[in-house]
């Protein structure tokens, strides 16, 4: 039987991260990966000649372990302009951010959206997370909706323009999530441009594999860990249609629906979230704004251009639309049922004021467990360690995010250094 100093079980963004601190300490890694390719929820697909991500997915270079872990500038980042287009009753307005698109300024303060009152209590909102985050991180937390009802945010800026745009962000439009985490989050877009890879997100987590083989890290694709047994020697892991491995120590970092299929804890609660991949040979905007319904009529919380901000996801002369629902929660009388084809194009026609029939659907990604619930009071961090040679990781560890997702691999991967030393 093989023996190895760490296991990690899942190449996405955490295990990734994990192993390569590990390789880079000089230990024995082995990744185990049960798809074809790394990445996991950040993953790209070539179809005719577009780029589609897994469910519609940014970088924000602005996350302090983007920045630390990451060639961003090897990605070749194609950013995208920081602001929402509002569709409304009569027309659609643009706001953008002020200090980044200054010229848009006169429009947004003229769009009917934006009232003394709802922008005071938006600057009480965000101002600690801008000046101050660690006492937003320690503080007393609420629901988003609680906070906001607290501070007075209550005009078509909220219902209209944040709302809308967050529930994309958040998978969520019930203001359930924390609103510490929703703070935390919105900082990051007020100091980031983000954008997309030009070879798609799913060279984030390949770069990422690169630095850890480079490392010494051994990445085996297509190998399905189906158990774990611990005992005295360490840990065994039963690979299918490869030999048993044992390890001194194992990561697990899958999904959030596989984790408890391996260890004995519950499985995260997630949200999901459904992306619409259309090409069209005209586009219906020249803009790259992230586009909302301020109407709140339909089931697309989002669309976007996606072509026209990062071109290198369309073949030339032709372009791709995003749109993005959300999915029924399981078990909610009010569920539901997931959004049809026909109603997404309604939507869209309307969104956009524009003639989408003719749009080719090129596929559609049901991602049930695209994030992590976030719920209020917000934990920053889960301890990694559970069981005896046994660690987990990922994003559901930390926060919904790629920030999470790498913060809590290298946390994973420097517990099992300590506890060695130990």
């Not at 877009?189 to 070879?199: M, R, Y």
């Not at 010494?216 to 694709?221: N, V, Y």
Request: proline fraction near 8%; hydrophobic fraction near 40%; include cysteine.
């Amino acid at each position: 039987m093989d023996t190895h100093d760490t296991i990690v079980i899942g190449a996405g963004l955490a295990g990734l991260r994990g192993a390569a601190r590990l390789a880079q300490a000089g230990r024995d890694v082995v990744v185990l990966e049960s798809e074809d390719v790394v990445g996991g929820r950040q993953r790209t697909d070539s179809v005719d000649g577009f780029l589609l991500d897994r469910g519609f997915q940014i970088l924000n270079p602005a996350y302090p372990a983007v920045k630390r872990w990451v060639d961003v500038t090897d990605l070749r980042l194609q950013r995208f302009p920081v602001g929402v287009r509002v569709r409304r009753e009569s027309d659609s307005v643009e706001l953008t951010h002020p200090m980044r698109h200054p010229t848009g300024i006169p429009a947004t303060l003229h769009s009917g959206l934006v009232s003394p009152k709802d922008l005071a209590a938006l600057v009480r909102w965000l101002a600690p997370a801008l000046l101050r985050p660690r006492s937003v991180i320690t503080g007393k937390d609420r629901t988003l909706r609680a906070e906001w009802e607290r501070i007075g945010l209550r005009g078509p800026l909220r219902t209209q323009v944040l709302e809308p745009f967050l529930a994309g962000v958040l998978g969520e439009d019930d203001g359930t999530s924390s609103d510490a985490f929703t703070r935390l989050l919105m900082r990051m877009f007020a100091l980031g441009s983000p954008g997309l890879p030009a070879n798609g997100i799913g060279a984030l987590p390949a770069q990422l594999a690169r630095v850890a083989a480079v490392a010494g890290a051994d990445i085996r694709l297509e190998a399905p860990v189906r158990r774990l047994r611990s005992g005295s020697t360490g840990v065994e892991v039963d690979v299918e249609g490869a030999n048993t491995l044992r390890a001194r120590s194992v990561i697990v970092a899958v999904g959030p629906g596989a984790v408890s299929d391996l260890l004995e804890i519950p499985a995260p609660a997630t949200n999901g979230l459904q992306t619409w991949w259309f090409a069209s040979d005209v586009a219906p905007t020249p803009s790259a704004l992230l586009a909302v319904d301020g109407r709140r009529r339909g089931p697309v919380i989002n669309t976007v251009v996606i072509s026209n901000g990062a071109p290198s996801y369309a073949p030339r002369g032709r372009h791709l639309v995003a749109a993005t629902c959300l999915l029924p929660k399981p078990g909610r009388a009010d569920a539901g049922d997931p959004p049809r084809e026909d109603e997404v194009r309604r939507t869209l026609a309307e969104i956009w004021d524009a003639d989408c029939a003719g749009w080719e659907l090129l596929r559609r990604d049901d991602i049930a467990e695209a994030l992590p619930v976030q719920p209020a009071p917000l934990r920053t961090t889960s301890p990694p360690r559970v069981g005896d040679g046994l660690y987990v990781a990922g994003d559901h560890r930390d926060t919904a995010s790629i920030q999470g997702a790498l913060v809590s691999g290298e946390r994973a991967a420097h517990a099992v250094l300590t506890d060695r030393r130990g």
